[in-house]
């Protein structure tokens, strides 16, 4: 009597475990780095699939545009916030891939924000004319793990992105296509 109760009891145990949701972490904070700038993350649970991305960093523009035609480099701080849906950890999971870290496939909504006020402009020029624009991309991307504390991440979206270049002196704002294309490397603590 006593094996068929722990039997069933093993049985029990293997069944609850088993039926647990593949989740997102609960916070994750961390650096990354790119071919575009720096940043220091943090992505907070919203549900088992979703997170929210915070992030404030530093993007790298090239200067030769309508706003900044005597610029080479441009370095801007941007506030980024990013609802994300990894939408494949339970698949990830039941072919035992690692989703520590939230390592798995994202949609995302990225809104990015380099406004004047809050920029801290690195360039050549010191009379810098400094144009606020807000970004709206829809992006699809991946994020792995390499090792306990380092991660990459890809992702690719177009959307739309909006200047307003009147607070900065120009004759009218702008609007225009913008294509989000980002590689990086990072280290989540």
């Not at 701080?77 to 990013?82: F, R």
């Not at 004319?129 to 090792?147: A, F, H």
């Amino acid at each position: 009597m006593k094996k068929i109760i722990l039997t069933l009891a093993f049985c029990a145990f293997t069944l609850l475990v088993r039926s647990q949701n593949a989740s997102v972490e609960q916070s994750t904070f961390g650096i990354q780095t790119g071919f575009a700038g720096f940043w220091i993350y943090n992505e907070l649970k919203l549900s088992n699939q979703i997170a929210l991305r915070s992030e404030l960093g530093f993007d790298a523009r090239n200067g030769k545009s309508d706003f900044y035609p005597d610029t080479g480099f441009l370095l801007t701080t941007v506030v980024t916030l990013e609802p994300r849906w990894y939408y494949n950890l339970a698949k990830r999971e039941s072919k035992s891939k690692r989703i520590d870290g939230n390592s798995g496939n994202f949609f995302s909504l990225k809104t990015s924000l380099h406004h004047s006020d809050l920029l801290l402009v690195l360039d050549n020029k010191e009379d810098t004319k400094i144009v606020t624009d807000l970004s709206i991309i829809p992006t699809w991307g991946i994020r792995r793990n390499i090792g306990k504390h380092f991660n990459y991440e890809a992702g690719v979206g177009v959307g739309y992105i909006h200047y307003f270049s009147k607070n900065a002196g120009f004759s009218k704002d702008k609007g225009e296509a913008a294509i989000n294309l980002h590689l990086r490397i990072g280290y989540q603590f």
